[in-house]
């Protein structure tokens, strides 16, 4: 990072209020956490810091199934019960349960994945910082791994509207199969995943052949 790169951060505190529940791994309080360090450590001021939009169910769909975005929309903890097949079909339960504000958390996410690229698409900034996102295992038509919305993608087809190619660097321990999956038949992007593999280690997939 050089000095007089121009850096554009964005965080909604919102998303550090859902709960996944009592035993699940993910934790979005994580992300206030990380941003009161931010604070801490004065690094605000060296950024320009904004309040992603909330993606419309439109902008989820340039790669979600509308049925699929549909359906987060709707769905609650209070009404999943009634919904057993969907569930099934999407992939909604233990790695990936029904929370309060499920879908609002999935806008403000990949929100502020989109608003990154954009600002990089027109040379607003050098550097886009999206802590809340990275959620690279959900598919086109089901959640997976604990993401539901991929974020990712959704970026990634924003930069290609500006760049004729993209690279995307994946360095999350678990294998980035979400992204590597969308885009596996173009060769306008180049996916590159550094993670653990074997010991049915999630997603059993990414060997190096």
């Known amino acids: 990072m050089r000095s007089k790169d121009k850096?554009?951060?964005f965080y909604d505190g919102d998303?550090?209020?859902v709960y996944f529940g009592p035993n699940h791994p993910m934790k979005p309080h994580r992300l206030c956490m990380t941003h009161h360090l931010v604070l801490s450590y004065d690094l605000h001021k060296k950024?320009?810091?904004y309040r992603p939009h909330k993606a419309y169910p439109v902008e989820?769909?340039?790669f979600h199934s509308a049925d699929y975005v549909e359906f987060l929309h709707r769905i609650t903890p209070d009404t999943q019960h009634l919904f057993r097949?969907?569930?099934?079909?999407y992939n909604l339960g233990e790695d990936c349960p029904v929370f309060e504000n499920?879908?609002?958390?999935?806008?403000?996410?990949a929100g502020g994945t989109i608003d990154a690229a954009r600002r990089?698409?027109?040379q607003l900034c050098d550097i886009a910082i999206n802590w809340a996102g990275g959620l690279h295992h959900a598919k086109k038509c089901e959640a997976s791994g604990f993401?539901?919305?991929n974020d990712l993608v959704l970026g990634i087809l924003e930069l290609l509207k500006y760049h004729a190619r993209v690279l995307y660097i994946d360095i999350d321990v678990h294998h980035g199969d979400g992204v590597e999956e969308a885009f596996y038949f173009t060769d306008r992007v180049m996916t590159v995943s550094f993670h653990k593999f074997g010991d049915l280690f999630f997603p059993g997939t990414g060997d190096v052949k």
């Open 60 to 62: 989820l769909a340039q």
């Open 120 to 122: 990089l698409n027109n």
């Open 85 to 89: 097949q969907e569930l099934t079909k």
């Open 147 to 149: 993401c539901y919305i």
């Open 102 to 109: 499920l879908f609002e958390f999935c806008q403000i996410y």
């Open 7 to 9: 850096i554009s951060y």
């Open 15 to 17: 998303v550090g209020s």
């Open 47 to 49: 950024m320009e810091i």
